[in-house]
């Protein structure tokens, strides 16, 4: 998952400040220094990471913050918020005008994936009810214009093309293409092209200029590395970009691109590429993003997943239950399932706090085959066994062992499994509910 | 064959010795520096200092090391210049915005204090070196100038360019690997949008130019219109390609180009691939499962497996490289898109973990940019700005 070599790094220096009770300007100083070469080894530009680093350090080693009862988590709470700031606070929207047709136009250094992005675009929109059009301004890499055209058949989408025109032109043709054929977003794909080749930057403002587009996105790879800052800085510099996407976050990369450029530019990232898929396009949420690299856990993200697929008066009743540690291996059995009906089940568990850590050492034992047997094992149970596991000796154990086809190491790792997660839930439930009491995110419903 | 034999180099064993930890991260932190430890290696690989070496305009032939034939297109529009002089002219003046720091770093003659050491860090950090390298490297040269007792900082820059120009030249043979007298296949493998397609059609023109029969296998089956894409380029270039539905089963189109390949005598085959993010291991098995389509109808083949690189990628391609590795068998790294401000410094990285070598790098989307891979070009140009 992208980030999550970031994300490690970072986890590892907090869980050091935590532990300390008491902490020194010379134990910031220290963790700071290891804040710096996670951020470089995952990219961040070099000049966005000192900036960041003396900000912190400012806030970090003040007094209220070093004798206080918990500096650890404060400091960690700073870096946080640092994070989410760099990364651009709330979550920003496309900018969906009255205006009729309203004008979007991708542009980027080649390979970034633009057309891909135009695609996923339009089905975005179709889905929000939109009736958009994709423009084919590539006229110069040999079938960009083809591979427009697949993707438009492909997501049923028309295509606006005029061969190997003048991309000014073509962009103002398909205005009137839309205008006279109903639609109501023109998407234009331009060519890739270096922000450092000047002729081919001239072309582009000069498609800005005719079309003034209501959106001028950036699309930048996630796995670019220290260059993304000069790239966005001068893509901003002659078309005063509105938004960017970042592409490919499906990758193992650490993301420090994704950082560095909304630092440089002030361009919000609005949404982010997941995968090749037409549909893999999501909005990009900074603040989720930061508490999920910050190994935070991406709860909110969690709870929206859950609460699309759940019931409302279920979960309230099983956050009761696990507050109450009334959890039980039912219940447990249930949620698997619920679970199940979600999603890739790695996904999910990354969004949790401090399981994405955790997770390497449990990928093992946690794999969705795996729940089979689960199911297996606990379905072998008795009603008295799943609410009350304390019961479960060893002759018992032989029992499921035997009625699941399993063997009793395993049931064994279960039942060690449900004790750790119902602990682990407990944690996450107490600690929900006192944000919800600040009136943050409300009560939240975990589904498991 | 002329072509592989001229690429040919010496492989130095000179190399810069592992660093096991971060011992000298200290500089980069704007702490003291600890009193080094001697990291350096036996005296005998210490470079001479080449003095002005940094300043001095190149000789361009001499550091593009490219051919004649190279320049024989008629879309050339540069005129006779060499990849090092491309690299520098940077297509525009708006390149001489960023970074002037480097050039002051270099020319003026700067006392050899931290700061010097700091800045050069950060220069290695800012073309992707990465940190660990970047440190290493850095630490290494500064060994090296207090032993040598150097006291100028353009004495300096031309140690820590030969150091890096040894590590690369380390990192394996630079030159295309062939077989002899038979079908020489190449495999092309990368990320999405890395220039595989591109790269392969310059690879194509130039072999031809070699009097080479080339034919092109089209086995990116999955990306809308790649087939068509590397059609155009196959046309452009006169060389045939294999090609079959998108959506079918490149396994299959590899198979056929192979017989298609022998049945008309050609000389070298390249096959392109779909870009795939190297963390989806499906379909990393898939182009393990192409590679032994070729082993297993050629025993020896494939010659090459060349990773393709854009020179923009952080430090996500050293998992890249891993993970192709492990997939295929790289052989050698294209190193795309030189021709933006991006250095592609992480292949110094991946020279030192991985003895990956570069092959060749592309400069532009014409099919006469792409040239063989220059050790000390690169090394200079990684610390060179604009005049
Ligand atoms: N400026 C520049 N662009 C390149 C270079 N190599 C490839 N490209 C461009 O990068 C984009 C993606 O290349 P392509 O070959 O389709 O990548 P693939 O997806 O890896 O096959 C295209 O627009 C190419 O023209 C290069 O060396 N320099
Ligand atoms: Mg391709």
Known sequence: MAFEGLSDRLQDVFRKLRGKGKITEDDVKIAMREVRLALLEADVNFKVVKDFISRVSERAVGQEV????????????????????????????????????????????????????????????????????????????????????????????????????????????????????????????TAGRLHINEELMDELKNVKAAVNPDEILLIVDAMTGQDAVNVAENFNKDLTLTGVILTKLDGDTRGGAALSVKAVTGCPIKMVGMGEKLDALEVFYPERMASRILGMGDVLSLVEKAQANFDEKKAKEMERKIRQQEFTLEDFLEQMQQVRSMGPLQDLLGMIPGLGKQLKGMQGEFDEKEIIWVEAIIQSMTREERRNPALINGSRKKRIAKGSGTRVQDVNRLLKQFEESRKLMKQFADMGHKKGKKGGMGPLKFPF | MAFFDRLRRKKQDTKIQPVEELVCEESLLEEAIVPAVDLSGPEETICEPVDAMASEPFDEDSMSGQDEADEEDDQQVEGKKGFFSRLKLGLTKTRKNIGEKITNLVKSNRKLDDEFW????????????????????????????????????????????????????????????SADDKLTVILVVGVNGAGKTTSIAKMAYRFKNYDQKVIIAAADTFRAAAIDQLQIWADRVGVELIKHQEGSDPGAVVYDAINAARARKADILIIDTAGRLQNKNNLMKEISKIRKVIEKEIPGAPHEVLLVLDACTGQNAISQARLFEEATGVTGIILTKLDGTAKGGIVLAIARELEMPVKLVGIGEKMNDLRDFDPAAFAAALFDEEE
């Open chain 2, 118 to 177: 700091e800045e050069l860090e950060e220069i290695l950090i800012e073309a992707d070196v990465g940190v660990n390298t970047s440190l290493e490297l850095v630490k290494s040269v500064r060994d090296n100038a207090r032993r040598q007792k150097m006291n100028e900082s353009s004495q300096v820059m031309a140690l820590i360019q030969e150091e890096v120009r040894k590590l690369l030249d380390s990192s394996g043979d630079l030159s295309l690997r």
């Open chain 1, 66 to 189: 070093l004798q206080s009862l918990t500096p650890g988590q404060q400091i960690v709470k700073i870096v946080y918020d640092e994070m989410a700031l760099l990364m651009g606070g709330a979550e920003s929207k496309l900018n969906l005008t009255s205006r009729t047709p309203v004008v979007f136009m991708a542009v980027g250094l080649q390979g970034a994936g633009k057309t891909t992005t135009v695609a996923k675009l339009g089905k975005n929109l179709i889905k929000q009810g939109r009736r958009p059009v994709l423009v084919a301004c590539d006229v110069y890499r040999p079938a960009a214009i083809k591979q427009l055209q697949v993707l438009g058949e492909q997501t049923g989408i028309p295509v606006f093309a005029m061969g190997q025109g003048n991309p000014v032109d073509i962009a103002k043709a398909s205005i009137e293409y839309a205008r006279s054929n109903n639609r109501d977003i023109v998407i234009l794909d």
